[in-house]
């Protein structure tokens, strides 16, 4: 097996992996250094690879089960596990009208501060995103680390903290965008759920949990709940506790949304082609 390198960036979090191709069978001991790698270092990124949807699916599989995506119009064609995140249109190939509805949801949805559903009951464990088509300008993912976020609060300001519960909605993500109710069928499928405002890793950091799917604090005035969820979205995002990857075609990038949140950068929605395919790992349970 050819060497693997680990390489933390210099941010404080987040590593690039040097010597792996994925498109060629992958050894326990090299799938062991990315794990390890991933649990380490929160984000990871391995640049250069040309895979498959099948090799992508693969790979993924082998840290969990995966999300699946139901509309197949977002779906990449055939793996219902893979979500195109992207503004071209899967059927026409062309870039899709901004006011399209489907589209700005999701745009809208991945431009803020969010952790991949945290609006499902079991939220997910980690994301896998690949870039096929870069915009020449922007488009860029940042991330933010909350559990180096968390660890730099006060002690006593962390132990308040931990008696929060927050209520997380995808129906309020969209109301606040000013979008129609899904049909109630989904809505009864996904309904509002409890998360805690800190979550605790398998290795016993402890971290925020909050984001655009944040609906409202539980047990608190709705101001006091926006005003405290957006001061500590706002301290969770400073420049220290963040990574904002510059993609370029042929990287992939693996985050731990168990204690990330993560953005899409603006970009030339309707003069540049954005095409990234993410798979999505289910978490093992409910955090309450
Ligand atoms: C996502 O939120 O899953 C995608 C992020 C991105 O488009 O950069």
Request: glycine residues 6%; hydrophobic residues 35%; negative net charge.
């Amino acid at each position: 097996m050819a060497a693997i390198e680990v390489r933390p960036l210099d941010q404080g979090f987040g590593a690039e992996i040097l010597g792996l191709d994925l498109s060629k069978s992958l050894s326990q001991e090299a799938f062991d250094i990315w794990n390890g790698a991933f649990e380490e270092h929160t984000v990871v990124i391995l640049r250069d690879q040309d895979f498959t949807e099948a090799q992508h699916v693969a790979f993924s599989e082998k840290f969990g089960p995966l999300e699946v995506f139901t509309d197949p119009k977002d779906q990449a064609r055939g793996f219902p596990t893979i979500l195109r995140v992207s503004n071209v249109d899967r059927d026409t190939n062309e870039i899709k009208p901004v006011d399209d509805l489907g589209h700005k949801s999701f745009t809208l949805g991945t431009s803020d501060w969010h952790t991949d559903s945290s609006y499902k009951r079991v939220m997910s464990k980690a994301s896998l995103l690949y870039g096929i088509e870069i915009p020449t300008r922007g488009g860029d993912t940042a991330f933010s680390n909350t559990a180096m976020a968390f660890a730099a609060l006060p002690e006593k300001r962390r132990e308040e903290l931990k008696q929060i519960v927050v209520i997380h909605d995808f129906e309020a993500t969209r109301r606040r965008f000013g979008l129609p109710p899904r049909s109630e069928e989904i809505r009864r499928k996904v309904p509002p759920v409890p998360q805690p405002l800190v979550s605790k890793l398998p290795d016993g950091r402890e971290a925020l949990l909050m984001g655009l799917h944040a609906s409202h604090v539980e047990n608190m005035p709705r101001k006091e709940g926006d005003a405290l969820l957006s001061d500590l979205t706002a301290f969770a995002t400073q420049p220290q506790f963040c990574y904002r990857h510059k993609w370029r075609k042929g990287d992939l990038v693996m985050w731990d949304n168990r204690c990330t949140l993560h953005r899409a950068m603006p970009y030339e929605l309707e003069g540049e082609r954005r095409l990234l395919h993410r798979t999505t790992i289910a978490g093992e349970g409910p955090l309450i």
